[in-house]
């Protein structure tokens, strides 16, 4: 990977410059200062990306691969993503701002997610079928989609690749990686490990750019399969239609508004750390951030004193700043949007009770965003309604738990939440009630390899992680095989 030469089109195995030689240069949000320059890739390299994937997957080094070999193979990668941490997670903190502790245990759990999928990999052989007639050997077995086109988000910029690109490999797919072109620097990097470890050329190719240009040609290029898409409503539903006109599978995640339940028996500091946690980690540019607070009446005056106090003392700064305790939004564009999204959240009634603005004098360089407590809110607030996608947490509260459910689900969204009580009837009836993918109990934000992630309703299609997150880049095929055959009469001979 050579950043500032700017060949980082990473294509059949070779780096390479964007065909008409464009560039784009990587702007640190936490300090302003520029990264690096990469390849802006142009729709003509993303068809030659595709056309090495096809090539690659039709040659079949790859798939027919003992799947055993291909999770030997992710295995590796997850070692290698441990040895060479430090660099990755320094190259995520200047691409995103965010703090390199954090940018840390995002490298943490990539390694995980590999280590996952390279120990899944030879687990879905197949299944033989009873057919009925001892003559016959059925059964399914699952192969890979071929082509898998992959589009990912800037806020968890390799953590969103690799919970794609690990299943992919495993099921034995190649695959044409398109990040986003505000954070590329760390999918570049794994590219550099998958070609350094020996995956054949051309099963993995990164092509750096925009979504108009390369992520326009991956949803609609006949020879994908498959589309992966991490990012906003917007966006993947436009990526929904154009890859209907191929037929392509899709697996979306399309981020939430994530309800965040408080009943009065909860233990209450955990509960308050953990609201803060849940709303205000990475400055709230996490799709299952919990920034819908739902309280019960009873508790709501203390706990949102409470909170606006914690929040008011929390310490913005640049990635490698060791006293900052979160970092800046993704881009000015970003936080014109955020500020926009308060404001019209306040001017729909809610009650400003701590942020809303930028920061002060020491925040100039970088684009940064006060923790924000929007109390007093209805239901219909545009900020309870929409994604803010920044570190604001709207107030609501409630008197009954069929109340606290009716909140919580009354979203177009879908994504996750969480219920804070010590009864257990009711974290069970509740946990079951919402209509949200993952439901935390006295917890929030954890995840688990092992266990699917995605969104209902709006949320998403399709699952990532866990056992589902491999199926979505595999397809079942029935083989009917008959070993006696015989002349079956239907259309007798004249
Ligand atoms: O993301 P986009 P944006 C939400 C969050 C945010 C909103 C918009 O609410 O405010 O989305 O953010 C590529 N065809 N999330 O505009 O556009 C793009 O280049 C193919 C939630 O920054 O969704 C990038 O690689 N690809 C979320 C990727 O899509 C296209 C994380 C994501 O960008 C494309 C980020 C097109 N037509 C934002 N247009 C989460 N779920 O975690 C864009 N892209």
Redesign the pocket.
């Known amino acids: 990977m050579t950043s500032n030469n700017a060949e980082t089109l990473f294509i059949d195995g070779a780096w390479a410059p964007a065909e008409n030689g464009a560039t784009r240069t990587i702007i640190c949000p936490g300090t302003g200062e520029e990264v690096g320059t990469v390849s802006e890739g142009t729709p003509a390299d993303a068809r030659r990306a595709v056309a090495a994937a096809k090539r690659a997957f039709d040659d079949g080094a790859w798939r027919r691969t003992p799947a055993a070999e291909r999770g030997d193979f992710l295995l590796r990668v997850a070692a290698e993503m441990g040895r060479r941490k430090a660099e990755f997670a320094r190259a995520e903190a200047l691409d995103t701002g965010k703090r390199l502790v954090e940018a840390e245990a995002d490298m943490d759990d990539i390694a995980s997610c590999f280590r996952y999928f390279g120990k899944i990999a030879d687990s879905h052989p197949g299944r033989l079928v009873d057919a009925g007639n001892p003559a016959v050997i059925s059964r399914v077995v699952y192969e890979p989609v071929g082509v898998c086109g992959l589009?990912?988000?800037?806020?968890?910029p390799l953590l969103?690749a690799s919970w794609k690109i690990a299943p992919a490999l495993a099921a034995g797919n190649s695959f044409v990686i398109?990040?986003?072109?505000?954070t590329p620097h760390t999918t570049l990097l794994i590219a550099e490990v998958l070609n350094d470890l020996g995956l054949p050329r051309g099963v993995a190719n990164v092509v750096t750019g925009?979504?108009?240009d390369?992520?326009?040609v991956?949803?609609s290029h006949e020879d994908v399969g498959m589309v992966s898409?991490?990012?906003?409503?917007?966006?993947?539903r436009?990526?929904a239609e154009?890859a209907a006109k191929t037929v392509k599978k899709i697996a979306l995640?399309?981020?939430?508004k994530n309800p965040n339940v408080i009943f009065p028996d909860a233990d209450y500091d955990a509960a308050l750390d953990n609201a803060l946690n849940a709303g205000f980690l990475d400055s709230g540019?996490?799709?299952s951030a919990g920034t819908r607070l739902i309280v019960h009446e009873s508790i709501a005056r203390r706990f949102v004193d409470d909170l606006v106090e914690r929040a008011n003392s929390i310490v913005m700064g640049g990635p490698f700043d060791e006293s900052a305790q979160t970092g800046p939004l993704?881009s000015k564009e970003?936080r014109d949007?955020v500020t926009d999204y308060v404001n019209r959240g306040v001017a729909a009634g809610a009650r400003l009770r701590c942020g809303g603005h930028w920061g002060g004098a020491e925040h100039e360089a970088g684009f940064f965003y006060a923790p924000t407590v929007l109390d007093e809110c209805t239901r219909d607030n545009p900020a309870v309604q929409e994604?803010?996608?920044g570190p604001v947490i709207t107030v609501e509260t409630f008197r009954t738990e069929e109340e606290a459910i009716a909140i919580a689900n009354d979203t177009m969204y879908g994504l996750s939440g969480a219920v804070w009580t010590t009864d257990m009837a009711t974290a069970n009836r509740v946990s079951r009630a919402l209509q949200h993918g993952t439901v935390w109990i006295n917890d929030y934000h954890p995840y688990i390899p092992q266990a699917e992630w995605g969104g209902f309703k709006m949320s998403g299609i399709g699952r990532e992680l866990g056992p589902s997150g491999l199926e979505e880049y595999q397809q079942a095929k029935h083989i009917y095989h008959n070993t006696e055959p015989a002349v079956t009469g239907w259309f007798p001979k004249a």
């Open positions: 589009i990912t988000p800037w806020n968890f969103q398109k990040p986003s072109e505000l925009t979504g108009a390369v992520g326009a991956l949803t898409f991490t990012g906003g409503l917007a966006t993947g436009a990526i154009s995640e399309l981020g939430g540019l996490v799709c993704i970003h949007k994604e803010g996608f």
